[in-house]
């Protein structure tokens, strides 16, 4: 009924109440060792920052025993949002995430993965794979991935994937429906325009991002009216190691953090492959108070004479930065990871 309300609320809404959406998303709550915010309509409070599955997947290829440790201390330290995805590592960040989890650990999580199908049956194997995976009985939000082209929306509801989601949720396998994607925010909106109230929209959130195919300028709006959680990634403008684009505007890792978080966002995606990284972030979210306007001028005023063209975030301009899975489907050749 809540929830309910609050739509109804969000749809009469202009302009001038979006501050104060904002505001709302932004709302910290003390957690167990960081700060949470609610993750949209789903009301649920997840931690500030959400450990992402690619990243530790990576890490585990070349020490499996570090790679958990790693995600124990995220547990310990207050992350209980933890991302991941079918296609990810081939399926073996979900098998690593799925032997973290034990021992008592999966009900401190919120668990997201993510779907590689745009049909039923493929969707359908997806889950039951995922679920093997991380050794669960239900995922807590399930989202459709690299939602990039622009007849996605269209295959997920006209060929079934997202009839398989629903009857996931109505079977209790799934909690939540959302979808992600880095390519176009017209894409985004089109989705969220389908007639289908997702619970989440995981979109890429950084400071190049402000001035090139902008989601935070065009899609989080739209996310705030519609009661949508937002999930943060690429918070560094794209590529793995931290600090690695950053570097050419002198803007540094933490302040990419720190102006990701100071968005209506609920969580920040962020991916590490050592304990420093973690342990980085985690110093930047205990107690993490939002930049000021003048802060974030400031920042965006470094990083607009390189933000424009979007060489720093050339997975919105470019194939070669989508899954190969998604490129095959389309018909596309070959032409990168």
């Not at 749809?11 to 993750?39: D, K, Y």
């Not at 006209?158 to 429906?177: C, N, P, T």
């Not at 999930?231 to 600090?243: A, D, E």
């Amino acid at each position: 009924m809540e929830s309910s309300r609050r739509d109804f609320i969000r749809a009469t809404l202009g302009e001038a109440s979006l501050a104060a959406l904002a505001g709302e998303a932004m709302a910290q709550q003390p957690g167990q060792g960081l700060p949470t915010r609610r993750l949209g309509r789903t009301n649920v409070q997840v931690s500030i920052l959400c450990l992402g599955g690619a990243h530790i997947g990576y890490a585990g290829r070349e020490d499996e025993k570090e790679a958990i440790r790693i995600m124990h201390a995220a547990i310990d330290q207050g992350i209980n949002f933890f991302d991941n995805a079918w296609m990810y590592n081939d399926g073996y960040s979900e098998e690593l995430m799925g032997k973290a989890l034990g021992e008592g650990r999966r009900k401190k999580i919120f668990l997201m993965t993510k779907n590689s199908g745009r049909d039923y049956d493929f969707s359908k194997r997806c889950l039951e794979d995922s679920l093997r995976r991380l050794k669960t009985d239900w995922i807590d939000l399930w989202q459709f991935h690299e939602v990039n082209y622009d007849n996605d929306p269209e295959w997920i509801f006209e060929r079934g994937a997202l009839k398989a989601a629903l009857e996931a949720q109505k079977e209790g396998k799934v909690r939540f429906i959302g979808f992600t994607g880095h390519k176009h925010p017209e894409i985004h909106l089109k989705m969220l325009d389908m007639g289908y109230a997702w619970a989440t929209s995981q979109m890429p959130i950084n400071v190049f991002d402000h001035f090139y195919r902008s989601f935070q300028n065009r899609v989080v709006p739209v996310c705030l009216k519609k009661n949508v959680g937002v999930i943060g990634m690429k918070s560094l403008g794209g590529g793995r190691k931290v600090g690695r684009i950053p570097s050419a505007t002198g803007i540094t890792a933490e302040q990419c953090v720190r102006f990701a978080l100071s968005l209506p966002i609920a969580s920040l995606c962020r991916g590490y492959e050592t304990m420093q990284e973690l342990e980085q972030d985690l110093r930047i979210a205990r107690d993490f108070r939002p930049m000021d306007e003048g802060e974030k001028k400031e920042l965006l005023a470094l990083a607009r004479p390189e933000a424009g063209d979007g060489r720093h975030e050339r997975f919105k301009s470019t194939q070669a930065f989508d899954a190969r899975i998604y490129r095959e489907m389309h018909g596309l050749a070959d032409t990168g990871p």
